[in-house]
């Protein structure tokens, strides 16, 4: 499996509705940061779904290296 695009080293903070869908871009290569736009096709990534349990700010991984899913889990401060 190739590596995903860094798109930032950081998180990027969405505010978020519960019981919303959210689409994350596992690729790195969206225009639309942090979720997909369809740029990953072709290629062995897939976005992955993120539904929101409380409306609140949610921070996304930037790194697209995070362990746990689309929100970000400090992997970041490991990167190069």
Do not use: N
């Not at 700010?57 to 970000?72: D, I, R, V």
């Amino acid at each position: 499996m190739s590596d995903p695009v860094i798109a930032k080293k950081a998180p990027f903070a969405v505010d978020v509705v519960a019981g919303e869908t959210y689409y994350w871009c596992a690729c790195g290569r969206s225009a639309t940061q942090p979720f997909c736009d369809g740029a990953h096709k072709g290629s062995e990534f897939t976005p992955i779904a993120h539904v929101a349990t409380a409306t609140e700010k949610a921070f996304f991984c930037g790194c697209k290296h995070s362990k746990t899913g689309a929100l970000c889990d400090g992997s970041h401060k490991t990167l190069g």
